[in-house]
């Protein structure tokens, strides 16, 4: 494989959830494959408890500033664009948007993106709690929210707070995030669930997910790897490529 067909040089800011870090890595690497690229992937260890205390307390400029120290690291390695694999830190977009020293792949906006093509109105969203009572830090302002009882938002945050923890679910707690998702649709006539916490993409998969749903996580690796492929493709001689400078689809598998 020639240098040309190379990806960009990407950061991930990795450790916040050993078990989430694994996910992006792995689906990325199969993704660049599947694409005919050849991964180039830097990683950055977050410390994930300074990360979340910050985000608890809601002490957004501290936690932009943590971050920016994580890809100016990446930045100072190489990378060309990076992404945060994490709900929790989204609480600091803004802030971090404003001095971020890469080009961010942004998580939200790729979940509003799909929540906008899939013509998504009314939802409930499951993940950490920080997420959950945030409505998604406030990105989806022109949908219905329709917030969990509180006591179902302390079943599902104190579920997904073990399940960081354990890098899985036992089959007893996946039944639980199940039944409530079916009773909530019902109850509150939802067109999806949104899936806001990058653990529950390996608890949740296509094969067993049975509601309507958005994976944020995969929806991210989505849209990273079309930011990608778009940056190679820039690279690449003109040979193979569709008049719009596309690849042909059957070069991404």
């Known amino acids: 494989m020639s240098d040309q067909q190379k990806a960009c040089r990407f950061g991930l800011i990795a450790g916040l959830g050993v078990g989430a870090g694994i996910f992006y890595y792995r689906s990325l690497v ?18 994930v408890r300074k990360v979340m205390a910050h985000a608890a307390a809601r002490e957004t400029e501290e ?10 690291q990446l930045a100072d390695g190489g990378a060309d664009t990076a ?7 989204q609480i600091c977009a803004r802030e971090l948007a404003e001095i971020t020293p890469l080009p961010l792949i942004d998580l939200l906006d790729a979940i509003v993106a799909e929540v906008d093509r899939r013509k998504i109105q009314r939802l409930s969203i499951f993940g950490a709690r920080v997420t959950m009572e945030t409505a998604l830090f406030g990105k989806l302002k022109d949908r219905d929210v329709v917030a969990p009882k509180p006591s179902e938002i302390d079943a599902v945050s104190g579920i997904y707070q073990r399940i960081v923890e354990e890098e899985g679910a036992s089959s007893e707690e996946y ?13 509150e006539q939802l067109d999806a669930i949104l899936l806001a916490g990058t653990d529950l993409s390996f608890v949740f998969t296509p094969e067993n997910t049975d509601f309507p749903h958005i994976d944020g996580a995969r929806t991210h690796i989505d849209a990273i790897m079309h930011r ?5 493709v820039q690279a690449r001689p003109t040979e193979g490529l569709t008049e719009a400078g596309e690849p042909h689809l059957s070069r991404l598998g």
């Open 228 to 232: 990608l492929v778009r940056g190679s």
């Open 83 to 89: 992404a945060i694999p994490a709900f929790s830190p």
């Open 63 to 72: 936690l932009a500033a943590y971050l920016c120290l994580l890809l100016r």
């Open 30 to 47: 199969k993704a660049h494959l599947a694409a005919g690229l050849s991964p180039s992937i830097l990683m950055v260890h977050a410390d």
């Open 175 to 187: 039944a639980k995030l199940r039944a409530l998702a079916h009773n909530l649709i019902e109850r």
